[in-house]
């Protein structure tokens, strides 16, 4: 089993965006020490109370210039927001620099905000996702290609530089609406499966669905399954329990309401249930949280939740939300790090 982190790099209450980088980047050097297998990096804009984590590749970039083994993820790379050109430029930049350890996660975002911000029509965004992402591959794979889509035209275009890992750097797309997964299995694409908006109980039949398209196209293998989920290892059952419910809460109830207001916006879809969950989420109890969207307790307790949901979901790695909600301390984060690295970790390999 793969064993990330999924990191937003937080910025603490009461601390500058310098001190937010300082301790994320503790966090970074930390897991490359510790043997961890992969570092995740989010893209969240103009949430300044909340994180600094606005420009994944530049991250990323620099994450490669400081480490030598771990890989190096973005979860995920907000496609509809992207000039794809320039996008296929900077992920084979980064694919160069870290010598080939880049995972490209991509994905489109749940949220119309950032979208309206930027200017662009969330209406648009599926559509966006698919042809950003066929130009990226194209522009990856082939030396010369042109396109004429909806949205771009390109004539005759070469890409330098072109990626180490060939045709490119392994592609994971994050599923959350039903038809994606079905969609992502038939494509051929290795997905990421989340527990901050559903609970991991509703995710199985999901995950069936995918690796049955999966199945019926023909693609070799089961296709691979990721879950993005919220972790806390601490020495006692208590402090694992304790320690991050407010902050598990505050996110969880801070993206239930947004999730509800989404509702409403241009492009959204029945299909996703937003306010229905988005309702769910802001009144959640936490003992739901622990057993629902969370995976918490001693190392022994998180190992037994992590082998019981290998076995439901067939997992092939996490990604392991260590300080959900951007409030708990630095000092905390790196120990359940620790833990997570040198006594969870190890049983899976």
């Known amino acids: 089993m793969e ?19 300082a301790q ?20 969240l804009h103009f ?41 296929a430029e900077e992920v084979a930049t980064v694919d160069q620099l870290s010598e080939g350890r880049l995972i490209f996660g991509v994905g489109r975002s749940g949220f119309a905000h950032t979208y309206s ?31 004429k889509g909806k949205y771009f035209a390109y004539d005759n275009v070469r890409l330098a530089p072109k990626p180490v890992q060939t045709p490119w750097p392994e592609i994971r797309v994050a599923a959350a609406s039903p038809d994606t997964y079905e969609e992502m ?19 199985a039949p999901l995950v069936k669905t995918y690796r049955e398209a999966w199945r019926r196209a023909g ?17 006692t059952e208590e402090a694992a329990r304790e320690e991050p419910r407010e902050s598990i809460l505050h996110l969880l109830h801070t993206i239930g309401a947004r999730l509800e207001a989404s509702a409403s916006a241009s492009g959204a879809r029945a299909i ?16 739901e949280v622990l057993r629902e969207r969370m995976i918490v307790g001693t190392s022994a307790s998180v190992v037994t939740r992590l082998n019981e949901l290998s076995e439901q979901l067939g997992l092939d790695g996490i990604l392991a939300e260590l300080n959900p909600g951007s409030l708990i301390p630095h000092h905390k984060v790196m120990t359940a790090l620790r833990l997570l690295c040198e006594e969870v970790m190890p049983r899976f390999k």
């Open 3 to 21: 064993f990330g982190m999924f990191h937003e790099f937080q910025r603490l209450p009461g601390a500058s965006e310098a001190e937010a980088f």
């Open 24 to 43: 994320s980047l503790e966090q970074v050097d930390a897991a490359e020490r510790m043997g961890l297998d992969a570092m995740w990096l989010a893209e």
């Open 47 to 87: 949430a300044p109370e909340r994180s600094v984590l606005a420009s994944p590749l530049i991250l990323a970039a620099a994450i490669a210039q400081r480490t030598k083994r771990m890989k190096i993820g973005t979860a995920v790379q907000v496609l509809p927001l992207c000039h794809p050109l320039r996008l």
């Open 117 to 147: 911000t930027y200017g662009v029509d969330y209406a648009e965004s599926r559509e966006r996702f698919s042809e950003t992402l066929e130009i990226v591959k194209r522009a990856f794979s082939e030396e010369r290609f042109s396109h």
């Open 185 to 203: 299995g038939t494509m051929g694409h290795a997905i990421f499966v989340a527990a901050r908006t559903g609970n991991i109980s509703e995710l």
């Open 219 to 235: 693609h070799p293998g089961r296709g691979e399954v990721y879950l993005r989920v919220p972790v806390y290892v601490a020495e």
């Open 272 to 287: 996703e249930n937003r306010a229905a969950r988005g309702q769910k989420m802001q009144n959640i109890d936490y003992e």
